[in-house]
Structures are given as structure tokens and as C-alpha cells.
């Protein structure tokens, strides 16, 4: 039997079709279960270029996952990378506390390419969502959760919103009446 030489190409790892790429290393929350407001290393935001150059080293890509332990609609420049990955056919995913959600930014929900938000709702009622995630509003998630409605609904989009829940002992009561909301 004759067998070729392995060369370079067949030795070479494939690369990934799926990343997750971290926007904006800070937030502008202090959950209760996350570390982030602790990190002594928390960097700038993603520049536009650094994620092209990215995108670039990745030419096989089919998902990518914009989230780190950042909120990732603190950089400015979010929408645009959600719009040009998804240009190049790349399923983009995010998650999000929803809380810097404006009426500008939910347009951009739905007309980006974004194709699912996921928001982190670890409570079914004001005051044990607020014991967690510290600096946010119960009231102003749900009103951006409403606005995000609002502009699917107006452009007929496909665009995927789950709830998430972080499960602590402390929370475990909001399970059964988050599923409700």
C-alpha cells in the first residue's frame, strides 16, 4: 500500500466554526454572582479593527457569540460588528442585561442580524431581581423588554429573545414564575 507523506494541510487542526468574542470587558452593573467589577486587568473595549482582524482569522466561522463577562452593548461600536459578521453569513448570538437598551438600540436588535439576545431576568419580581443585579432597575428591564417587542413585532423579524437566570439559593423561588412572564 502507498500511502502520501502527510503534509502541513492534513496536520493542521480545522479551524473553529463557533467563537465567543467579549465586546467590552466592563459593565455597568455589580451582580451579585459575577466578578467582573473585580477584575484588576479590565481593558478597553473591542476596537472595530481588533474584530475585523478577528473575523479575518477565522474565514470558516459559522457562529459567533458576542459575550464575556462585559456587557456587550457598552461598546459603542456593537451593532456594527453584530452587522458585519452577519454579513459574512455568520450566525450572531449575544447576551445582554438589557439595561442600556434605548429605543435606537432596539431598532438595531432587529435590523442588525442579530439572530438571538439572550437577557439575563434572574427573578420574576422587583426586589429579588435587584438583590442580584445591583444597579439595574426591575422596572426598566421589563420596559426594554416590551420596546424590544415593540420593534420585532414592527419589522416582522426573526430575531430570537430568550430569558436567561443565573440559578442561585436565593432565587430558585423565581424559576416557576418566570416561566410566566
Request: proline fraction near 7%; include cysteine.
Amino acid at each position: 500500500m502507498n500511502e502520501a507523506a502527510p503534509n502541513e494541510s492534513t496536520l493542521a487542526p480545522p479551524l473553529p466554526r463557533f467563537a465567543q468574542i467579549e465586546p467590552s470587558s466592563t459593565c455597568n452593573l455589580a451582580c451579585r454572582m459575577c466578578t467582573v467589577n473585580h477584575r484588576p486587568d479590565a481593558g478597553p473595549m473591542l476596537s472595530m479593527e481588533d474584530f475585523v482582524h478577528l473575523l479575518d482569522q477565522l474565514p470558516g466561522l459559522e457562529q459567533l457569540h458576542l459575550q464575556g463577562l462585559g456587557e456587550p452593548m457598552r461598546n459603542p461600536r456593537f451593532f456594527d460588528m453584530v452587522s458585519l459578521a452577519a454579513s459574512r453569513g455568520i450566525r450572531v448570538t449575544a447576551n445582554t442585561n438589557l439595561t442600556l437598551l434605548t429605543p435606537e438600540r432596539a431598532e438595531r436588535c432587529v435590523t442588525s442580524g442579530l439572530h438571538t439576545l439572550s437577557v439575563s431576568v434572574d427573578a420574576a419580581e422587583r426586589a429579588p431581581y435587584e438583590d442580584i443585579r445591583r444597579k439595574a432597575s426591575f422596572d426598566k428591564v421589563v420596559r426594554n423588554l416590551h420596546r424590544l417587542a415593540q420593534a420585532r413585532r414592527r419589522h416582522r423579524s426573526a430575531l430570537q429573545v430568550r430569558l436567561v437566570m443565573v440559578l442561585m439559593r436565593h432565587n430558585l423561588d423565581q424559576l416557576l414564575p418566570l416561566g410566566k412572564v
